[in-house]
């Protein structure tokens, strides 16, 4: 690993649903669900083109506006708690995580700080860190209720690296030093407009959807030592 230390390379930021946590699947069921309690029928493929990356929030107004209905901001509220109850679901029946994630986490989390910056609640994450222990390794995490604007704006990217430079005053991360794990269209964006390296992984869409990403991968087994090192020498 010393070969990627020598390199620009600094820190690591993961988003969280697709990328850790297996709940992309969970996320369109709920949300599919809600609305159509309110008479809006949206289809996977609506659903992945077009709300995956952006957050409760984002998502619910930009469906409601998008079918023609005031997105009133006590009744976006109602509809993000009755999409969490339903949620909870999912979370209680342990929601699996991916295995080359967790491998990955363990190669660099001695090596580099870490952080999170996802579109999701933060008593979602918390709950799957916990359970997979991995709630001490990320000093900063940035959820929706951190944030003014979703996915793919950059601003949940740059917040979290200001979190990691605040937290480890020698560290002193640009952007362009900072490495981001997504798995969505939206997050390559809101990453590449923070100014960021992101490397795409397959697990939510198919490698020629996101080529905006500085790299795309199967597995993040393939983020090897070398691999690294040639994205930041």
Avoid at 48 to 61: I, Q
């Amino acid at each position: 690993m010393m070969a990627i230390i020598k390199t620009m390379l600094k820190t690591i930021i993961f988003d969280f649903d697709g990328v850790i946590a297996n709940s992309e699947p969970a996320h369109f069921i709920t949300f599919q669900k809600v609305l159509a309690e309110e008479g809006i029928a949206i289809s996977k493929t609506d659903y992945f083109k077009k709300y995956l990356a952006m957050d409760d929030r984002g998502a619910f107004t930009t469906a409601l506006n998008d079918f023609g209905i005031l997105s009133d901001p006590v009744y976006i509220s109602e509809l993000i708690f009755r999409k969490s109850c339903y949620f909870e679901h999912y979370l209680k029946e342990e929601m699996s995580v991916y295995s080359d994630t967790l491998d990955f986490i363990d190669f660099v989390k001695n090596r580099f700080p870490l952080a999170i910056n996802s579109g999701a609640l933060r008593a979602e994450i918390d709950v799957v860190l916990s359970r997979v222990g991995l709630e001490e390794i990320f000093p900063s995490i940035i959820s929706s209720e951190n944030v003014t604007k979703c996915k793919p704006d950059p601003e949940g990217y740059l917040k979290a690296l200001a979190s990691l430079n605040q937290i480890h005053i020698n560290l002193k991360a640009e952007p362009f030093e900072c490495l981001v794990i997504e798995d969505s269209i939206g997050g390559i964006k809101s990453a590449i407009s923070a100014g960021m390296k992101c490397i795409a992984v397959t697990n939510t869409y198919p490698a020629e959807a996101l080529k905006e990403a500085t790299r795309v991968v199967s597995s993040l087994n393939e983020l090897t030592e070398s691999f690294l090192t040639e994205i930041f020498s």
